[in-house]
């Protein structure tokens, strides 16, 4: 496989041109967005639903069950990038700001 230099703005940018060469846009609203997130978080679920906690933790060694994890988690990634897009929310900073404050707010011991 030939390696990329894959970045947040460049997906976010990829998925945008993908829409618009589609005329996508006006349905790529904030709450159409997070109903289609929801739902594909909802997918990703199903799958790990009735594994025990060990069948869960060893998913990943079916190359099916593992394409199909694989491809759920591109497809929440896909919707949440182009929330934020949306929303104009720089995800990486959000979280890092997030995890700045479950720092304070949980401490470690």
Same mark, same amino acid.
Do not use: M, Y
């Given at each position: 496989m030939t390696e990329r230099h894959l970045d947040v703005a460049k997906l976010q940018r990829?998925? @945008?041109?993908?829409?618009?060469a589609r005329n996508w846009q006006p349905?790529?609203?904030?709450k159409n !967005?997070?109903?289609? $997130?929801?739902?594909?978080?909802?997918?990703l679920v199903e799958i790990f639903q009735w594994l025990t906690p060990e069948e869960s933790a060893r998913v990943m060694d079916d190359p099916d069950? @593992?394409?199909?994890?694989?491809d759920e988690v591109a497809d929440v990634l896909a919707y949440l990038l182009q !929330?934020?897009?949306? $929303?104009?929310?720089?995800?990486?900073?959000?979280?890092?700001?997030?995890?700045?404050?479950?720092?304070?707010?949980?401490?470690a011991p």
């Open positions: 990829r998925l @945008a041109d993908f829409a618009a349905f790529h609203t904030p !967005l997070v109903a289609a $997130l929801s739902v594909e978080a909802s997918e069950t @593992a394409h199909r994890v694989t !929330l934020c897009e949306v $929303l104009g929310i720089d995800p990486l900073a959000a979280l890092d700001a997030k995890i700045d404050r479950n720092e304070r707010r949980f401490p």
